[in-house]
């Protein structure tokens, strides 16, 4: 090879790195998360909860695999969810499974959690999108119809999902959680299945959201309490917090192409002059957490900083995720919420 020729060479394999450089990364952490948290027979992981698996994780696992166009995963991870969890009575499915006293492997919580069965329903119609099959949209009816006749619950004229089945109606009041609303996911299911009740979902949910935002911090809490009289408070009971559940909220919105709660520019504020991000806003106290959020956090708030036109903040942000991700190797977490921040 002459000179000019190895020159021509050598530029051009520069030329092609660089083309390859931005989607370099989302794909090799998705290809850790593949063999580190995913099973070989289709079951997400979860390192730090002994090793359990979750209904939600089946349907994040379920949504990332549509996101690379892993039909093969795909249908692992469906198959594994069919078969595991899909042992109810209805076509939600049961939330934990791990583990049991008895060293056996199986259901240890056959409650459903209703964002797992949201998850699902909504990946399999994106499934049914990009790899259209009968299976997936009749799959995806039956959770979404399943979902409007046993976890909706009417309160003072307005229409909720419950977390789960069982376990969230008391004297005092229904307990619901913000993190559950996934916009995006409720404006497909107006499509497949009754119309005025989704969008009647969709309208409750933006008002719980706006709701569960209305604090001193601007911020939405972990948990709400619907009182009797249809009022939504912070559940402190429970969180009194924007923490681990709560952050999840900002991703939902970002999918839904919705603006963030106002709070997060106090957050932007508190990073540029700290250098950090808690993981935690006590929304009570005004109490802020010494413990700096994971990767899968700033993740996020990078996703919401490039939503708010802050440009050179998200990318400062997304390279600090990053780095941090490096050290969180069992953090299935935050390894999950940092992948689906990049979600559309």
Not at 107 to 127: E, K, M, P, S
């Amino acid at each position: 090879m002459t000179p000019v020729k190895l020159l021509l060479f050598f530029l051009l394999c520069i030329s092609s790195l660089g083309q390859a450089a931005a989607p370099l990364n989302e794909v090799t952490e998705w290809a850790y998360f593949k063999k580190h948290f995913i099973s070989s027979d289709g079951r997400v992981i979860d390192p730090i909860q002994n090793g359990m698996s979750h209904s939600e994780g089946q349907g994040y696992g379920m949504l990332l695999a549509v996101q690379f166009q892993d039909k093969l995963l795909f249908d692992k991870l469906l198959q594994w969810t069919s078969n595991n969890l899909q042992v109810r009575h209805d076509a939600l499915s049961a939330w934990g499974w791990g583990k049991r006293p008895n060293d056996e492997w199986s259901v240890i919580d056959y409650n459903n959690a209703t964002d797992g069965d949201v998850l699902i329903a909504y990946a399999l119609i994106r499934a049914n999108q990009k790899w259209p099959q009968k299976a997936y949209g009749q799959r995806a009816a039956a959770i979404v119809e399943s979902l409007r006749n046993h976890v909706a619950i009417k309160l003072n004229g307005r229409m909720f999902l419950l977390p789960g089945y069982s376990g969230y109606t008391e004297n005092k009041g229904i307990t619901l959680n913000p993190s559950y609303q996934i916009l995006s996911a409720y404006q497909v299911f107006s499509e497949i299945d009754n119309r005025s009740f989704w969008e009647k979902i969709q309208q409750d949910a933006l008002y719980l959201l706006g709701e569960a935002s209305h604090n001193s911090a601007s911020l939405p809490a972990d948990w709400l309490l619907a009182e009797p009289d249809g009022s939504l408070k912070i559940y402190a009971s429970k969180s009194p917090r924007f923490g681990y559940e709560a952050i999840r909220v900002l991703l939902h919105l970002a999918w839904a192409k919705l603006p963030p709660p106002t709070g997060t520019m106090s957050v932007f504020d508190y990073y540029q002059k700290q250098g950090r991000i808690p993981v935690w806003f006590d929304l009570t106290t005004g109490e802020i957490s010494d413990q700096t959020a994971s990767a899968g956090f700033y993740a996020i708030y990078a996703r919401t900083a490039k939503q708010q036109g802050s440009s050179d903040l998200a990318v400062r942000l997304k390279e600090e995720a990053m780095q941090r991700l490096r050290n969180e190797p069992d953090n299935y977490f935050s390894y999950v919420l940092y992948l689906l921040a990049d979600i559309e």
